[in-house]
């Protein structure tokens, strides 16, 4: 889902998890972008998210003349692995899946998004287009 932030489906979101108004890149965001994923780890080693390993392994752009898009991480859940709500951390053993929800901030207006997920192999992608158009 794609809120305007101002909106109060996306200040419920935010009040709920306790997420701040703001990112590391983003200070005046414009969209909250809430995501439902699943993390499925498809390798014979661990995957995770933790302090010790907070390297990307998935990224969201937007079409724009210089937005930026920041993930936010819920401070609601810090501590918490494998929450299924929100995540902070979570890690994953050799076939162990996770389904949750990820939100980001941007900044501008777009015309698609674009998921692409990092792997061994390089990398995919998923167009997704705006329905305004």
């Not at 419920?12 to 994923?37: A, C, E, R």
Request: charged letters at 25%.
């Amino acid at each position: 889902m794609i809120y305007d932030f101002k909106s109060k489906d996306a200040q419920n979101l935010v009040k709920q998890f306790k997420y701040d108004s703001f990112g590391g890149m983003v200070s005046n965001p414009k969209h909250f972008i809430w995501t439902k994923i699943t993390i499925k780890n498809n390798s014979n080693k661990i995957v995770k998210r933790s302090l010790n390993d907070q390297k990307e392994k998935w990224s969201l752009t937007l079409s724009s003349s210089g937005g930026r898009i920041d993930a936010i991480w819920p401070k609601a859940n810090v501590g918490k692995l494998n929450n299924k709500d929100a995540f902070y951390y979570y890690s994953l053993k050799p076939g162990e899946q996770l389904t949750t929800y990820q939100a980001f901030l941007y900044d501008q207006n777009f015309k698609y998004l674009v998921i692409r997920l990092f792997h061994e192999g390089g990398f995919d992608e998923k167009f997704v287009v705006n329905s305004q158009e």
